[in-house]
């Protein structure tokens, strides 16, 4: 499989860089100590395009293969990981939900906006009580004429309090029916939609986690999205091809770290030569370099099945478990080679680490990967699909 990329796949990766140089780099330190949440940025990426990648023309997007929004989202993260969150869910979970379930309605009413940046979305599925068993969620939306009542409490959800408008899921039938979840957008001025608290996280400070209140909040029936019942099937469909964008965040933050190693490594001296000269460094970062470089041919080859409309629920749950391992273990050894400095805020090394470490959690933890993986293998040798 070749994985050279394009002539345009190179501008874009370029025009990213250069703007995440000029827009983010110099401003990305202050907004994780002071936890701002940078809306500015995104309305630029939105008038770049780069928000409009998963949404077609027609609704006024920049629709690209899948590799190319796979692209962008690695070079944002070089720069900044929860701003390529922020992206990430606003453009694979948000704007895909609607853009592959919704009506034309609703199309009509939120792709063209969301797609320019103008609005920002999130996905609630987590609850307090249901993460990885995300099909026990409680929250439950009760049918009255034209409106859906909604109760319950939503938990982690990424840009919660700063997007305009949410993919939420919720109960609408009995325990025992099978497909008891539905997923509906629902605007964030809503009335009982309360935000209840941003998370303190260890991490991702410019990127709010919010926990969100329903009480009794009335939407109207026509903001269901897809099918009733077809809930659970929609959020994990979404999230199959959002994994991805998970992987490419964790590649661009591994490979931020690495050179920064290789960097300190040049720089620092130590027993009278500089540490690069020891095989023991040189074996940690020979190490970093092929683990970040695996990543990124298992995100990449995980993007082109989905650009070659073939299965990829398996390749990439092992793109986003190998990758965000990866980025783990390379955050680790550029932080050791850093020696005391990389435990200092003095030097970014310390926030890449702290940034790392969730990735193997959110989108599905590394064990639920694991379990998809292997639920993936069973069926294949089955013969259930091929
Ligand atoms: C910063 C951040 C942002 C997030 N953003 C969003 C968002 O935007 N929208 C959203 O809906 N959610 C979001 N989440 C929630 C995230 O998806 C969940 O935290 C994740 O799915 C794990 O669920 P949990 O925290 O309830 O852990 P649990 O499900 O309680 O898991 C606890 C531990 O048990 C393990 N475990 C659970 N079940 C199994 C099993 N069957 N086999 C083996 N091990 C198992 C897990 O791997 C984990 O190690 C976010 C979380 C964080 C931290």
Redesign the pocket.
């Known amino acids: 499989m070749d994985f050279s990329l394009t002539e345009e796949q190179k501008l874009l990766k370029e025009m990213v860089r250069e703007f995440a140089e000029r827009e983010i780099a110099p401003y990305v330190d202050n907004w994780e100590r002071e936890h701002l949440f940078p809306r500015e940025v995104f309305r630029k990426l939105g008038e770049l395009g780069i928000l409009g990648m998963t949404t077609e023309p027609a609704y006024g997007g920049t629709k690209s293969d899948y590799l190319s929004f796979i692209l962008a989202l690695e070079e944002l993260s070089r720069f900044s990981a929860s701003v390529a969150?922020t992206v990430s869910?606003h453009s694979s979970?948000f704007i895909k939900a609607i853009q592959e379930y919704g009506r034309e309605e609703q199309k009509k009413k939120y792709l063209p906006r969301a797609a320019k940046g103008e609005i920002l979305g999130?996905?609630?599925?987590?609850e307090p009580?249901?993460?990885?068993?995300?099909a026990n969620l409680l929250t439950k939306a009760r049918k009255e004429g034209n409106v859906f009542v909604i109760n319950g409490i939503?938990?982690?959800?990424?840009?919660?309090s700063e997007a305009d408008a949410l993919i939420l899921?919720a109960v609408t039938s009995g325990e025992k029916e099978k497909k008891r979840i539905s997923a509906f957008i629902v605007d964030r001025d809503s009335p009982g939609l309360q935000i209840l608290k941003i998370?303190e996280?260890m991490g991702?400070n410019s990127?709010p986690?919010a926990q969100i209140a329903f009480e009794e909040c009335r939407i109207p029936t026509e903001n269901l999205l897809g099918e009733e019942g077809r809930g659970m099937a929609i959020a994990l469909k979404l999230l199959d091809g959002s994994r991805i964008g998970i992987a490419a965040q964790a590649v661009g933050l591994a490979q931020t770290a690495l050179e920064l190693g290789i960097r300190y490594a040049k720089e620092r001296e130590a027993f009278g030569q500089k540490i690069a000269s020891f095989e023991a460094i040189q074996f940690m970062l020979a190490d970093g370099a092929t683990l970040v470089e695996a990543a990124r041919l298992l995100t990449y080859r995980a993007a082109s099945l989905v650009d070659h409309n073939l299965p990829y629920t398996k390749e990439a749950a092992m793109a986003k478990l190998f990758a965000t391992e990866a980025a783990n273990k390379i955050a680790y050894i550029a932080l050791q080679i850093h020696g005391g400095y990389g435990y200092s805020r003095e030097y970014p090394i310390e926030r890449l680490y702290r940034e790392a470490r969730?990735t193997t959690?959110?989108?599905?933890?590394?064990?639920?990967q694991?379990?998809v993986i292997a639920r993936q293998l069973i069926r294949e040798a089955e013969g259930l699909i091929s």
């Open positions: 969150l869910v979970l999130a996905f609630s599925l987590s009580g249901a993460g990885s068993d995300a939503k938990s982690w959800v990424t840009t919660g899921f998370e996280k991702f990127s986690t969730v959690i959110y989108e599905g933890t590394s064990e639920i694991r379990l």
